[in-house]
């Protein structure tokens, strides 16, 4: 069974960048044809796709986050991981690591990150 972890900082202040890491464990992120992505959801507010990388290294970028997004792999750690720049107070979410043959099919516990000076 695939499991994934979500690990990072807390906090961050404005317009630092926000590194989250997804340690996958129970199956190799290489796996053909599985991708993984990160998922967010603010407050009050509906899920947001923030970007994913493709077993084949091809990434996506959510249009309105790609020029502060990149999204990479370790494969020597099995981890995904993510940096967002220049945060503001609206990146305050719970970002997800998911992954999978659907993009969706496993889902990490999700981690707080609040953006706060």
């Known amino acids: 069974q695939v499991q994934l972890q979500e690990s990072g900082p807390g906090l961050v202040k404005p317009s630092q960048t926000l590194s989250l890491t997804c340690n996958v464990s129970g199956g190799l992120i290489t796996t053909n044809f599985y991708k993984w992505a990160w998922i967010r959801q603010p407050p009050g507010k509906g899920l947001e796709w923030v970007g994913g990388?493709?077993?084949?290294?091809?990434?996506y970028s959510n249009p309105s986050l790609e020029s502060r997004t990149s999204i990479s792999r370790d494969t020597s750690k099995n981890q995904i991981t993510l940096q967002l720049r220049s945060v503001t107070p609206e990146d305050t979410a719970v970002y997800y690591c998911v992954g999978g043959n659907n993009w969706h099919d496993y889902w990490g516990q999700g981690t707080q990150v609040t953006v706060s000076s």
């Open positions: 990388i493709h077993y084949s290294e091809t990434t």
